[in-house]
DNA sequence: GTCGAAATAATCATACGTGACTATACACGT
DNA sequence: ACGTGTATAGTCACGTATGATTATTTCGAC
């Protein structure tokens, strides 16, 4: 998770040298359907690029605001941010995709209330699943729309999960 | 996330009283495809919920051995047990699959290298898939069987999202 | 001109998760 | 009888993530 966090972080700078408030008004603005990075996360992982040497600090003051801290990727954060997108990319350690552990104890509700639980599970993935079509394409295969068409093939997925578990519970209980 | 782990360790206390170690050994054994939980993480969520009175403790001694803690989960922790289960299976918070962040920034690396990883991560996918399919059924259609099989439509999904991007790939490359 | 709301830019206290560590008891070979 | 590996049962120090909070500036309404 972190490694996530850190590569979303380096991935920004990769585009341009930001500050901090520009970085989580990026991700809260553009980013809301992929990332949950809180502020405060993001300035602390800023700090530790920068310890890390991976960023650099300069700061900067425009008119009467606040000093700002502006912070640009080094080479050596260059190289990090490869080797994390590598790993990213080419790993699946995908343990337990949140939501899965209910499940488990679906036998402590009678079956009504499981399916009553379950079409309303389906329902907000339905919503979701509306919200990331109206994300705008960024243009011809982009990384940015492969990770919005992904997310949308596995929200898909969990639909039509949800739908054929629905009918199963429904036929059982006959 | 904390909400998961304190529902799985509530569900096993529905089933019997059991002390820490107990657990530990059960999740470890029995639930590595489902949680990452770590031991740690399991004592420090069991004084927690004492601490909420959702579980008591009992002091048991067997024989020479060190004492033991026996957490038994109290009304007001099977109150909460159902209460988190009911949210764990209606909701669907869903942000950023992990891995997910990776894709954004592909662009980065040349068409070959790219398919390269994700080729990988297919495999690694299949290997995981492969594991799932090995668990033993626990019975008809019980809970576990049902978090099983959700695991497993989940990973087949995602093993044919990334077939079909690398066939993409391939394509535009040429 | 002034008062409150929103934007700007961050910090801090706190809770959570985990790797590393502690400590005892038993089994088994030698 | 002695070492040594493994099962038992847990604690602790440390890093991470986040809700709450701080502090200043701009802007629009009145």
Redesign the interface.
Known sequence: ?TD??E??VL?LL?AQSQHGYQINEFIEKNLG????MKKATAYSILKRLNQGGFVEVSVEQEGNRPQRQIYTITPSGERR??EL??A??????????????????????NGQ??VK??E??MQ??DH?LGMLSLVPQHGH????D??IK??I???Q??KD?LAR?IQ?LRT?KT
Not at 88 to 104: K, L, R
């Open positions: 998770m996530e966090r590569l979303l991935g990769m359907q992929v990332s949950d941010f490869l997108l590598r990213s990319i080419a790993t699946a350690d995908n343990v337990t995709p949140a939501g899965n552990i209910g499940f488990m104890f679906i036998d402590h509700l209330e499981a639980l379950l309303e599970k907000k993935v979701f295969g982009t990384g940015v492969l990770s992904h997310r093939a596995l929200l997925c969990e999960w578990t199963e059982r």
